[in-house]
């Protein structure tokens, strides 16, 4: 989990690939049920039926087993959302400032968080209100910074190694 841009596809993939595990990412399994764009759902239906929706799939996606679950940045707002991932799963927060958010995505047009006047204020309030109920949720914090996606990978599979979640792996 984290901030929108964080790196929570693109290192859960590596993540459930080095793991031997399924990958499922909570919005692609939302956009398959509504079968249309979470973006078009929103603006259609609003965000308590989005957030509805999301609560349903992340409280069924929780209890899958052995997988690696990404899950929209938002996700942690509802409580439900923060006891399953919390009481169900290993949850690793992927930490990352606003402002190295921002650096990686200001040229993306594809992030409806960033069409506005602000995007970088935007990443601000958003840090603001969820690092906290990141922090909540989090069995693990690891800092993004500007590492690779590889060493990130090898940093949550050593945190995961040390708390005997996992067994050790071949780097």
Known sequence: MGLPGSGKSTIGRQLARRLDVKFIDSDQVIEQRIACSIREFFAREGEQAFRD???????????????????????ILRAANRAHLHQRTQTVYLH?????????????????LLQVPDPLARLKELYAARDPLYRETAHFVVETGRPSVSTLVNTILMQLELAGIVPAYPR
């Open 53 to 75: 929706l999301e609560e349903q799939v992340i409280d069924e996606l929780s209890q899958n087993g052995a997988c690696v679950l990404s899950t929209g940045g938002g996700a």
């Open 96 to 112: 990352s400032a606003p402002e190295e958010v921002f650096r990686r995505l200001k040229n993306d047009q594809s992030r409806p």
